[in-house]
């Protein structure tokens, strides 16, 4: 099938195909990774008690919905494929819109997409291994492999997606299941047990820390909001049954952990899910969470890669040295450059992680700080627009105003000075390869700086 590519200016643009149903496995599939399958221990580490790692939890579910409610004024009343880029363009003007397109491009999403594809890779690398490299093998075919579904057309990405996200939370209620059904429950006194380390402020502080980054990733859904059918009424159901189907899930499957293996268990768990099943199943449970976390890592590497190539598309329309970024292909629906280019990228980060021998934790430390810098710059875009823009409509308004934005750039301003506290030297890298887009945004201003502007009824 030839597809063909539109310059930009031309007719072709995002076309509303995405359901809320697309929508909502979106940022199911995002969110839900392998995440909550390693940071319960760390969280369990840090509380001082089985009810305290539940209402952990349940507070980071509390701080995801806050946001949500945020997003979804921001995304109903500016629907566009460029999500937070298009609101800092509008709250902030384009140069600080640039630096945070070249952070996707160059550290958040592309290096989100490589620490996933490394987790996939992991995994896949326990079942059927592929030598010494099988885990950067996996981890690049997996960018490839999904690279192209995407690039074949929206339709195929989206389908995958839910397939996917289908999997991965059906294998997640079966360990809830398991949990709470099959296997026999911890001793008491091991349940009793408390660590060590936990009850002190700055160990609940940390264990937020977890949970927050787990929770992360449900604010994508901004970037297919220009994609959706009736986005101005639809997204906002998106964020919030999204954050909702997440957070009973976590609960569920914590009050699983915490049945079979007890608070002091969890805190030692290496792999607590496996832990769980091989005593709910025996050996073959173990085998069974492998694969469990390598389609949840693959699930949210597919996501990342569908919201990622969004900005790439929007940055091209503003600044004509990316230009070749912003075509959209009328056949496929889908920005094809940038997702290419987005691919390319991962694989460099891929290449880097590989030779550095520590793969996840480099692309930890790399995303982290920029990440939750431009989180709370949106949160605040909220507060700018409403005084900027009074009159564009906003069929979802957030609610108990100024309070609730106020209390959103709180968290994520904690978040940053948290992630900045406990990552280490990749934090630095993925900080100054954010500020090499600074001459970047100079040499792109000097060349024709941005392409003509869509006036803003089109816009939003």
């Not at 209620?173 to 709470?180: E, R």
């Not at 990228?345 to 030779?355: C, V, W």
């Not at 430390?365 to 627009?385: D, H, K, R, S």
């Amino acid at each position: 099938m030839s597809v063909k590519s539109i310059a930009v200016g031309e007719a072709a643009r995002p076309v509303p195909t995405l359901s809320l149903a697309d929508a909502v496995a979106i940022i199911v599939g995002i969110v839900i990774g392998a995440g909550v399958f390693r940071t319960p221990s760390l969280v369990a580490a840090n509380a001082s008690s089985e009810t305290a790692v539940l209402l952990i939890w349940l507070a980071g579910g509390v701080v995801s919905f806050v946001g949500a409610l945020c997003y979804a004024e921001l995304a109903t009343a500016y629907p566009h494929s460029g999500g937070d880029y298009h609101f800092l363009t509008r709250a902030y003007g384009r140069p600080l819109a640039f630096l945070y397109a070249w952070s996707r491009i160059t550290v958040v999403q592309t290096g989100s997409v490589a620490l996933l594809a490394f987790v996939f890779g992991d995994y896949a690398s326990q079942l059927v291994p592929l030598g010494a490299y099988s885990t950067s093998v996996y981890a690049a075919l997996a960018v490839v492999a999904l690279t192209a579904l995407n690039v074949l057309g929206v339709r195929q990405g989206t389908r995958t997606q839910n397939l996917l996200t289908a999997v991965e939370v059906s294998c997640l209620v079966l360990i809830i299941i398991a949990g709470l059904m099959w296997a026999a429950p911890a001793e008491a006194a091991a349940a009793a047990e408390t660590p060590a380390a936990a009850g002190s402020g700055g160990a609940l502080g940390l264990a937020m820390v977890f949970v927050l980054l787990t929770y992360g990733g449900w604010n994508e859904a901004a970037y297919v909001s220009a994609e959706m059918t009736g986005a101005r009424r639809n997204m906002a159901w998106a964020l919030i049954l999204s954050i909702g189907v997440i957070t009973a899930l976590y609960l569920l499957v914590n009050v699983a952990y915490l049945r079979v293996l007890g608070l002091e268990g969890v805190a030692r768990a290496e792999a607590v899910a496996a832990d769980l099943m091989r005593g709910a199943v025996g050996e073959r449970g173990a085998q069974f969470v492998s694969l469990l976390i390598a389609v949840s890592a693959l699930t949210s590497a597919n996501a990342t890669v569908i919201t990622g190539a969004r900005t790439n598309y929007a940055l091209g329309r503003d600044f004509r040295v990316f230009g070749f970024l912003g075509r959209w292909h009328r056949g496929a629906n889908t920005p094809v450059n940038a997702l290419v280019v987005q691919g390319l990228i991962a694989l460099a980060l891929i290449l880097i992680g590989t030779l550095a021998r520590r793969g996840f934790e480099t692309m930890v430390e790399y995303t982290a700080p920029v990440f939750w810098c431009f989180f709370l710059l949106t949160g605040l875009a909220l507060i700018v627009l409403r005084v900027k823009e009074p009159r564009v409509p906003r069929p979802f308004r957030v609610p108990l105003y100024p309070l609730t934005p106020i209390l959103f750039c709180a968290v994520c301003a904690y978040m940053l000075r948290a992630s900045l506290a406990y990552t280490g030297v990749g934090a630095l890298v993925g900080v100054a390869v954010l500020l090499t887009g600074v001459p970047v945004l100079w040499l792109a201003r000097r060349r024709q700086p941005a392409l003509a502007e869509e006036d803003d009824e089109n816009l939003s």
